[in-house]
């Protein structure tokens, strides 16, 4: 049984778990359909032209943890920000661990999807945004919404700035030989309102992982939303992200990607407009060597007048490793004074790493500022002497050449906890000990 009909046969069984009476019964029977027919993306498809997942699927993956597997705090401290306090919503093998955990309903509403998916008092908020702004045609999307039942949800009321910031944790155990799961997160922040997120996937074992994760994001008027995702996996851990944003009038909504670690990673990124004078920033650093494999795939549809978006993204690729880079911008025709900016730089330090760059522009407006550019090469011999000539060895050098270039994307993190984190991570990706202030 290959996984397609051991996801569809699984799914009987789901069912047989929870209420087929309740209105989300035939949300999930129709995402399900969707997925029997479409099946998973293969190459042939435009947007999956440089992403094959044809040996992932090959693992014989369990679809539900027939274990039940604890952890110790001690064990996974390292993978939190644990230099300041945070709200934290934490699974393992795909189930919720309360002792890991530190949720709250004071002021704000930090807890699980399961609790929001049946209990009656989350009814109102559920229909009102559950699958909402998800690709319904998207199989992949569509099989998560299916199975939808754990993951994290996040609602800011009106006028409500988060006290401090949010992280979701989801550690893999390993003690499955390989293991599916499909997160669901759900965040909806009211009008003047400030959250900030922090979203990580571990694996503690070398078995093999596949994460198909949906996230949703609501931010109403004025909302000021910073979702910040840190994937640094083994190399046997497989993540297929698919994030879409819904942002009302003078919103800003920025969502930082680092990647620097997995077999295959996928990022879908969806942007939607729906006001006027609103902020999207889409930031991203990749960092990969052997065979590892990463792909961007963004989308800002520009819908209303007077909004801005800008996408940065760049990445070091080294061994035989595989970078691909697929955004577009689309500006409606009623979206004038747009302005829309996208760049993906790319450094390849070996003659076998590839980066696959598609960059794309649709317009039916006549008054926008918009441009895109991408950029390939490798590090610029001239500096790297330069700075070797006045006493800095060749491999600090490097380090401190690709350092700089990703400053431009690490400056944009605004807690200084991540920020330093995620300096240490490119450190240790750059092969080096900064021995200098970075």
Not at 103 to 130: N, Q, R
Not at 184 to 204: D, K
Request: net charge neutral; hydrophobic share 35%; with cysteine.
């Amino acid at each position: 049984m290959d996984l397609k009909e051991k996801l569809l046969s699984s799914f009987m069984a789901f069912e047989e778990r929870i209420d087929v009476h309740s209105e989300l019964h035939d949300v999930r029977t129709s995402a399900i359909k969707n997925f029997e027919d479409k099946g998973f993306p293969t190459k042939k498809e435009e947007s999956w032209k440089y992403t094959s997942l044809n040996a992932i699927l090959k693992n014989d993956f369990t679809v539900f943890s027939k274990k039940e597997n604890a952890i110790e705090f001690n064990h996974v401290k390292k993978y939190f920000l644990h230099e300041i306090d945070t709200y934290k919503v934490v699974f393992i093998d795909g189930v919720f661990s309360s002792h890991l955990s530190a949720t709250t309903h004071e002021g704000i509403d930090v807890c699980l999807m399961s609790s929001a998916l049946t209990k009656p008092k989350y009814k109102m908020v559920i229909d009102a945004y559950f699958n909402q702004i998800a690709n319904k045609d998207d199989s992949l999307t569509s099989l998560n919404t299916a199975f939808a039942m754990e993951g994290a949800y996040i609602h800011i009321p009106k006028s409500k700035v988060a006290d401090k910031p949010i992280e979701i944790m989801y550690f893999s155990t390993g003690n499955e030989a390989a293991l599916l799961v499909q997160p669901r997160n759900l965040v909806i922040v009211g009008e003047n309102s400030h959250v900030q997120i922090i979203e990580r996937h571990q694996s503690l074992n070398e078995n093999p992982v596949l994460t198909n994760s949906v996230t949703e994001i609501f931010a109403q008027k004025r909302a000021i939303v910073d979702f910040y995702k840190i994937q640094n996996d083994t190399l046997e851990a497989n993540l297929i992200d698919n994030t879409y944003v819904s942002q009302k009038q003078e919103s800003h909504v920025s969502v930082h990607t680092f990647s620097f670690g997995g077999n295959l990673t996928r990022n879908n990124l969806n942007f939607y407009h729906f006001g006027e004078r609103l902020t999207s920033t889409l930031n991203g650093i990749t960092i990969i060597g052997e065979k590892q494999h990463v792909d961007h795939y963004t989308l800002v549809k520009h819908s209303t007048p007077n909004c801005e978006s800008f996408q940065d993204y760049k990445g070091i690729y080294s061994d035989r490793s595989t970078g691909v880079f697929n955004g577009k911008v689309y500006v409606e025709k009623e979206a004038q004074k747009t302005n829309a900016f996208q760049k993906s730089n790319n450094i390849l330090l070996s003659d076998k790493a590839t980066i696959n760059a598609k960059p794309q522009l649709e317009i039916f407006a006549d008054d926008v500022k918009c441009s895109h550019g991408c950029t390939v090469g490798q590090l610029d011999e001239t500096a790297l002497f330069y700075m070797q000539q006045r006493g800095i060895p060749k491999k600090e050098a490097k380090a401190l050449l690709m350092y700089a270039f990703s400053n431009a994307v690490i400056e944009n993190i605004k807690i200084p906890e991540l920020k330093q984190r995620i300096t240490k991570i490119i450190a240790t990706k750059l092969g080096v000990k900064m021995g200098f202030d970075l």
